[in-house]
Nanobody
């Protein structure tokens, strides 16, 4: 069982930065594939970034590549999402997710391939 709690959301002006953090509880966190997804009002949940259990593999959506960076700290049981050069279209509720299945490119980017989810944190980017 893994419990996930996101933090770090808020209101920021376009061009600004935010750092989201996902705190995980559970003894086997270090073996879980972790992902960040987001959902804007009226839209489907979409992939943002993911990282393998070792941190050796990462993947990011084209829309955030070169602006967002995912990282994990095994000692602290956290996964962070550093978001730079934020745009109004980044406004959404951001969710942290975890799953114990092996890393593949498609699994990392598919919401249905994650068993555990956090409650979400709101990110609002003003123009």
């Amino acid at each position: 069982q893994v419990q996930l709690v996101e933090s770090g959301g808020g209101l920021v002006q376009a061009g600004g930065s935010l750092r989201l953090s996902c705190a995980a509880s559970g003894r086997t966190f270090s073996s879980y594939r972790m992902g960040w997804f987001r959902q804007a009002p009226g839209k489907e949940r979409e992939f943002v970034a993911a990282i393998s259990w070792s941190g050796g593999s990462t993947s990011s959506a084209d829309s955030v590549k070169d602006r967002f960076t995912i990282s994990r700290d095994g000692a602290k049981n956290t996964v962070d999402l550093q978001m730079n050069s934020l745009k109004p279209e980044d406004t959404a509720v951001y969710y942290c997710a975890a799953d114990s299945s092996a890393w593949t490119y498609n699994r990392a980017r598919t919401p249905g391939e994650y068993r555990y989810w956090g409650q979400g944190t709101q990110v609002t980017v003003s123009s």
